[in-house]
């Protein structure tokens, strides 16, 4: 029985393994350090869970709603283990949580954003060794999801506050319309101003695409 947990404190019990398990399967660029971890979950618009079996972290979730822009974002899904059904455990629990946050803030989400590595760019395609967290799967289980790639050269900060630019990325969304063949670029360039506040270093090409984005109407869905 897999048992979901929301994390709000470093000092909750299940937060050390968890940051072990998102170091065993991400790059240390994209793994924010220990302590400074503890704003965020503190957070009360932050929500991380995780997938606790047997007394054992073998998953996580973390996601946000944004009520002023309508739209959600999935920071990060990781699988642990295989064969235990994680991914759709932590997707139907977070859907659901989704649901209730739209509703308290009276809004109707329009989608959600999501980024994914380019196995087809990215030279490490290990993560970790976890079959699950292949790069390969990943993509293909969020293009079954409904996720399509937004028509811009992607890179973002790095969570190790060095101010590098991670590339090898896409970004993603998922509409609440599947018809949609384009998203607001105005919408997305609010909604990365806004997930990166947190980062103060910016690289050259993070600011360069923002300016590409700014002066754009609207950007491409494309499949993913």
């Known amino acids: 029985m897999l048992i979901y947990h929301r994390i709000t404190s470093i000092e909750d019990r299940y937060f050390g393994p968890l940051h ?14 220990y302590e400074l971890w503890r704003e965020p979950l503190e957070d009360p618009t932050i929500h991380v869970y995780v997938a606790i079996h047997e007394g054992e972290v073998v998953g996580s979730t973390e996601y946000r ?42 809004t109707t989400p329009i989608g959600m954003f999501a980024e994914v590595y380019d196995p087809y760019r990215a030279a490490d395609h290990s993560f970790g060794g976890v079959s699950p967290m292949n ?15 937004i028509n811009v050269g992607y890179v973002h900060p790095s969570w190790d506050h060095e101010g590098q630019a ?42 360069s695409m923002m300016d590409h984005i700014r002066a754009s109407d609207k950007l491409e869905l494309l499949p993913l």
């Open 20 to 33: 072990k398990l998102l170091q065993t399967i991400f790059p240390p660029e994209e793994v924010l350090a």
């Open 65 to 106: 709603y944004y009520p002023e822009l309508r739209v959600a974002m999935t920071d990060f899904t990781i699988i642990g283990k295989p064969s235990l059904g994680i991914g759709r455990f932590l997707l139907r629990n977070r859907e659901r949580d989704l649901v209730k946050l739209a509703e308290a803030s009276g």
């Open 135 to 149: 790069p390969y799967v990943r993509r293909e289980v969020l293009s079954h999801i409904g996720y399509k790639r």
């Open 166 to 207: 991670v590339a090898e990325l896409d970004l993603c969304f998922l509409p609440q319309d599947e018809e949609l063949t384009a998203i607001d670029a105005a919408l997305v360039a609010t909604f990365l101003e806004g997930y990166y506040s947190a980062l103060p270093n910016k690289p050259a090409e993070w600011v």
